[in-house]
C-alpha cells in the first residue's frame, strides 16, 4: 500500500474564505490525502480579552474564516465528498466567547426583529489547561469559575452550494456549511453532495467545546489543528446524500438545516429515513416507525441562519451496517496508522 | 421513621380521565405517601394487533386516558408539587404503535394542514420479552425485525392548568402535561408549579421506549405499573418553578413547550437559567454563557400540540447542586427503602 | 312575521366570564333572538389613564372580560352557531392602548422567551370624538399627533370548545375566540361550530380600530355596545365548520389560529378551500388554484395564544354565491328592520 | 428638460440570469433612465399546455429567469436604488400556473419535508382577453370557470446581496428578490439598498395576477412588458433601507422575508417604525403603536424559499409625507411624460 499524499495546509488572513462557493481554491487535492490544516477561530482570533466586545472588534464582513476551499481531484456533480476528521488539536492556549449584539438564542435578531435593546455586551475567555485537558470558564457578572473538558469539534464544514449559489460561512443548509454540531469532531466521518466541479470545500470553526444549540451564538471559539482524509464516492457507487450524513464507530447521523427548528428535525429525520432504506432496505413507513423509538435528535445550533437538528441512530441496534461499503472503519484503519 | 403511607389504585374505565383540570379528584394524598398506580395505554388498549388501525379502533375524544387525579392535601398556588417516580413495570406484554391520520412529525396535521392525504394507515405491535428487557420490532411493508432494549418512561404527567383552563391530556405546557419525554423513567424527580388547591396531578401515556421527537406520535405505547412518591415544597421554602423541571442522579432538566419548536427550547433554557440562578447566585448573562457550552438540548416531542424541548445540564460539571434542599436524593432513599 | 325576541344583558363585573368553556351560562337565547349586549373592554376598565401602567394596574388572571356566555337554545354539537353582527357602537368616549411587560409581537414573551428586559411600560389613551368619528392618538415619547377614523370590531366571539377543554379568554382556535380580526365588524356573520350543548357562547374585547396583526398586543381597547342576532344552522342542513367562517356581503372570510404564523394561514386556505367545494363543486386542487390567484390574507394578530391569519375571497368573482340558503342576506334584511 | 435616456432590453435566452449577484451586467445604465424591457415568465415559457407538467417540462436550475442584472452608474454601497414600474403588460395572450411536486403552501416542501406523495400534477391555462382585461380560469378537476381581471404585477425586483453571496433568482430577502407581493404593480416606487457597486438589478417573474400569499407557489405565470425608471439616491442624502421599501401614491409600504412568517411580518414592521421615525421623528416605541392600529398586513408569499410580508400604511392616516424629497411624485410626473 502506498504512503497517501499528505497536503499541509496554513492560510494567511489574506487568503481566508468567507464563503460557501464563489472563492477560488487554494489547492487541489487528490482523493484519499492525509491533509493537515489550521483554522482561525470565527472571530479571526480578533477576541483575546474579556475587554474585547463584538462591536468594536468584529467586522461583520469578515466573520467565520474558511481554511480552504480544496478542490477534489475528480469530484463531480452527484458524487459524494468524505471528510474523516482524524484529529482536532488547539492550536491556541485560550478560547473565547462574547455576547454579538442582535445575535443568539435568547435575544431578538436581524430575523427575529424585536424593539429590545441588545443584550448588555460581555465577553469570557477560558485559559486551557493542556495537561487536564480542560478550559475555565469563568463568570464575567456573578462570582463563579469552574473547569471544563475539552471537546474540539469544528462547527464548520461544507463544500460549494447547488445551482449557482454562494453562501456566508455563518450558514448550515444542505451543503453542510455552519452546522456548529458537537458530532463534528475527531473520529466522525462526514458525507456531503458535490454539487460543483471538485467539490470545493473547505472547514473552520474550531470550538474547543460547545452545548447543544450553542445557546448564546458563540462556543467556546479557538483556532484549530485539523488533520483530516479526503474521499470521494462516485455517483455509480451509491447515490449521493441530499443532506450531510455523518458516521462514527457507534452511529450513523444526519443534519437537517432550516427554519422553523422543526423544519430542520424533519428535514433530518427524512434524510435518515432514506438512508435506513439505502442499507436495510426498509419502507418509508417503516423506517419512519423505527425512527420513532430509536432516534436520538440532539440540537445543533438554534442561533445560526438556519437552525440545525440532528437525527442519530445506534448501529448497535441495527443489523450489520457498514455504508458505503464500510467506508468508515476503512478510514479509521487508515487514519489509526498516520 | 413512620413508615409513609402507601396507595394503591387502578383506574376502572369510567374513572379515566381526559384533561388536566376540570375533572374531579379520584383521592386525596398525604404529601410523603407511596402511590402503586396502573395506567392503561394512550389507546385505551383499543390497538392489540396489526390488524387494528387508528380511525376504526379509536375514537379521538377518548385518548390518552390519565390515572388520576388525584389531590394533594395542603398544596396551594405557588406551591412546587414534587413526584419521585420510583419504578415503572411494563403491565401487558405487548405493546403498539400506529399512525394515526393527519398526526405525527412528518405528515400534515390538523395545524399543518396540507391537502395531501393521509399516510397509509399501518399499525405495529412489539411483543414483550421480559426476561431480555426487549420489545420485538417487526417491520410491516417490508422484510425486517429487530429486538430493541425497552425502556420504560411515562409520556404524561402533569397538574391542573393556571387560571382556569382545562387542557386535553393529548397537550404539553407549563402544567407539564403530555411531555412525551424519555427523561420521564423511573430515578427522576419532577418538580411542577402548583396551580390549583390540591395541585390535581395525574398521570399516563405509558411507552415501552421511545426515540427523542417521538416522530410517528405514537411511542411503543403499553400500560405501565408504576410507583411513586408524592412530596411537596411550600412556597415559602422554594420559588416554584414555571416550567417543568426534572433530576435525577446526573443531571438537571428542564422542559419547555410551544410552538414552534425553537420557542420550546428557549422555554427551557430560560428555566434552566433560572434554576442556576437560585442554585449558584449566577447572573443571567453569565448562566446563558455557561448553558451555551454545557447544556444537552434533546427533543422531546415534535408531534403534538405543543412540541417539547429538554434542556439538559449534568451536576458534574458544576459545583456541589442540591436543589430543593437535597430533596431528590432522600427520596430516592426513601425509594431504595420500599 | 313574528317580532323577534330581544335580550339586553349588561354584565356586573362579577358576571364576567374570562374563558370558553368552563363557565355556566348567564342567560339561554332562542335562535332567532335579537341581543343587545354591553361588554367591557380587555383591561376591565382598569386602563384609563396614560400614568396606569399595565403591571400596576392589570392582574394576568382577569384579562379580556366576556360577556356571556350565553346558551342557544336547541344547539347541538354538529350544528352551525350564527352570529350576525348588526352594531357596535363604543360606550365610553376613550379607549386605551398599553404596552404589556411581555406582551406583543415585536418584543420577547412568554414563549418566545428571551433574556431582554421588558419595554419601557407605556400608556396610550385615545379620546373619542363622536361627531366626527375619529379617535385621537398622541405619542407619548415623542411630539405627534394625529386622529384616525373608527373602525369597531369585536376582538373576540367564540363558543365553548371541543373535547372537554376550557380555554383562556386570550386565546383564539377552531371555537373562534380572541381572534383580534378587524373583519369582526357591523354587517359581517360569523359561522362556528357547535362542540357542547347550547354552543355556549360569548362576546367580548372591544376595539374602537385595530391594525392587521395588533402588533403592539393591545388595540385602541374600549368598552362596546354590542347589537347581534343569534341564528342556528342544524347538523342535517349543513356541516359545522372545522373553523370560524364570516361573510360580509362582498367576501368571504375563514380565520385560521395556531402557531407559527404560517400554519394560521394554511388552516384559513384549508377551510376555504373546503367552503368552496361546498359552494360550488370546486375539486380541492382547483379549489387551490383559485385560491392562488384570488385570496386576500391579511393578518388578524401576531401576538396571541395563537397567531391568527385571515383569508378572504371576494364573492364579485365567483357565481352567485349564498352560503347556508342565503342566511347572511337574510339576517341584514333583519338588521335592517331593527 | 433633456429628455431621458431610454434604454430598450429583451434577452435571448442566453442571457437570462438566475441569481440575485453573481452574474455579470449586460448593461450599464445612467441613473435617470427610462427601461424598456421584456421578460420572460417563472417558467421560462415551458408550460404552454395543460398537458406540460412540472416535472416532465421543468429543471430545477432553470427557474424564474431574470432580465438583467443592470449596473447603475455611480451606485455605491450605502446608496439606495430607486425603481419607478410605469407600466407592465402582458407580453403574450395566456398565462400559466402549475402544482411543481413539493413546492407550494399547502404540500409538503423541500424543507417542510414530509412522507407524502407530491400531489397531483396538474396545470391551469389562462386564456388572456386584452380588451375586456381578464384571464379566464378553468377548473381541471370539476367543472368550473370564471373570468378574472387582470392585474399585472412582478414577483420578482432585486439588487445583489450584500456579503458576497449569490442567491437564486428563487429567493426573497434583504436585496429584495423574489417576495411575490401584490404590490409590485405598475405606479409602485421601490427602494432597494445598494450593497455592491453598480446595485447589480434585475427583475422578472411577471405575473398576470396574483392572490396574497401565492397559494400554490405558482401565479398566474406570464411574459411580461416592463417599463420603468432608474434613480440613485446617495447615502449622504438619506440612510439605505435594510429591507425593501415601496411606496405609492395612497401608501407606504415595507417588506420583510424569512421563516417562519411571524419573522417575516416583524422586519417588515420594524422596517416600518424606522421609516416613521426618519419621516416624522416618531420614537419607536410611539411608532409601534401607530402601526398596531394602522397597519394593513397582507401576506405576499408562503411558498418560497423565505415567506414574505407586507406592512403597508396609508399616507392619509399620517401628515403630508414625502420620503426621499418627494421622489416618488417627481417619478410619477416623468413616467406620465412618456
Given at each position: 500500500m502506498a504512503?497517501?499524499?499528505?497536503?499541509?495546509?496554513?492560510?494567511?488572513?489574506?487568503?481566508?474564505?468567507?464563503?460557501?462557493?464563489?472563492?477560488?481554491?487554494?489547492?487541489?487535492?487528490?482523493?484519499?490525502?492525509?491533509?493537515?490544516?489550521?483554522?482561525?477561530?470565527?472571530?479571526?482570533?480578533?477576541?483575546?480579552?474579556?475587554?474585547?466586545?463584538?462591536?468594536?472588534?468584529?467586522?461583520?464582513?469578515?466573520?467565520?474564516?474558511?481554511?480552504?476551499?480544496?478542490?477534489?481531484?475528480?469530484?463531480?456533480?452527484?458524487?459524494?465528498?468524505?471528510?474523516?476528521?482524524?484529529?482536532?488539536?488547539?492550536?491556541?492556549?485560550?478560547?473565547?466567547?462574547?455576547?454579538?449584539?442582535?445575535?443568539?438564542?435568547?435575544?431578538?435578531?436581524?430575523?427575529?426583529?424585536?424593539?429590545?435593546?441588545?443584550?448588555p455586551e460581555t465577553t469570557w475567555i477560558y485559559e486551557l489547561d493542556r495537561a487536564r485537558g480542560t478550559v475555565a470558564f469563568v463568570a464575567q457578572r456573578s462570582s463563579f469559575s469552574v473547569d471544563l473538558p475539552i471537546a474540539p469539534m469544528l462547527g464548520t464544514v461544507g463544500v460549494a452550494p447547488a445551482n449557482r449559489e454562494v453562501r456566508s460561512s455563518l450558514t448550515p443548509d444542505a451543503f453542510g456549511g455552519n452546522m456548529d454540531t458537537p458530532e463534528m469532531r475527531a473520529g466522525v466521518t462526514c458525507y456531503l453532495p458535490v454539487n460543483e466541479p471538485g467539490a470545493i470545500f473547505s472547514v473552520g470553526d474550531g470550538h474547543y467545546r460547545q452545548g447543544e444549540g450553542e445557546?448564546?451564538?458563540?462556543?467556546?471559539?479557538?483556532?484549530?489543528?485539523?488533520?483530516?482524509?479526503?474521499?470521494?464516492?462516485?455517483?455509480?457507487?451509491?447515490?449521493?446524500?441530499?443532506?450531510?450524513?455523518?458516521?462514527?464507530?457507534?452511529?450513523?447521523?444526519?443534519?437537517?438545516?432550516?427554519?422553523?427548528?422543526?423544519?430542520?428535525?424533519?428535514?433530518?429525520?427524512?434524510?435518515?429515513?432514506?438512508?435506513l432504506g439505502e442499507l436495510h432496505g426498509l419502507d418509508r413507513l417503516d423506517a419512519y416507525q423505527l425512527l420513532t423509538q430509536l432516534s436520538l435528535a440532539p440540537l445543533a445550533n438554534v442561533v445560526d441562519t438556519n437552525y440545525s437538528a440532528v437525527t442519530k441512530l445506534s448501529k448497535a441496534y441495527l443489523p450489520r451496517t457498514d455504508p458505503y461499503g464500510g467506508l468508515h472503519g476503512d478510514l479509521r484503519a487508515r487514519a489509526a496508522r498516520l
Open positions: 504512503e497517501p499524499a499528505v497536503v499541509e495546509f496554513s492560510p494567511t488572513p489574506d487568503q481566508y474564505a468567507w464563503t460557501f462557493g464563489g472563492a477560488a481554491p487554494v489547492l487541489e487535492v487528490e482523493p484519499g490525502s492525509v491533509m493537515r490544516l489550521w483554522c482561525d477561530d470565527a472571530f479571526g482570533g480578533r477576541i483575546r480579552a474579556v475587554t474585547d466586545l463584538a462591536s468594536a472588534s468584529l467586522d461583520p464582513r469578515f466573520l467565520n474564516p474558511q481554511t480552504g476551499p480544496f478542490s477534489v481531484r475528480g469530484a463531480e456533480p452527484g458524487d459524494t465528498l468524505v471528510l474523516h476528521l482524524v484529529d482536532l488539536t488547539p492550536a491556541r492556549d485560550w478560547g473565547a466567547s462574547t455576547l454579538v449584539p442582535f445575535f443568539g438564542g435568547l435575544t431578538g435578531t436581524d430575523r427575529t426583529a424585536l424593539l429590545d435593546e441588545a443584550l445557546s448564546c451564538g458563540t462556543a467556546v471559539e479557538g483556532a484549530m489543528d485539523v488533520t483530516l482524509i479526503v474521499e470521494l464516492v462516485k455517483a455509480g457507487a451509491a447515490p449521493a446524500p441530499r443532506w450531510p450524513r455523518l458516521e462514527n464507530d457507534a452511529e450513523l447521523i444526519t443534519v437537517g438545516s432550516s427554519r422553523p427548528l422543526e423544519d430542520a428535525w424533519r428535514i433530518g429525520q427524512k434524510e435518515m429515513i432514506s438512508w
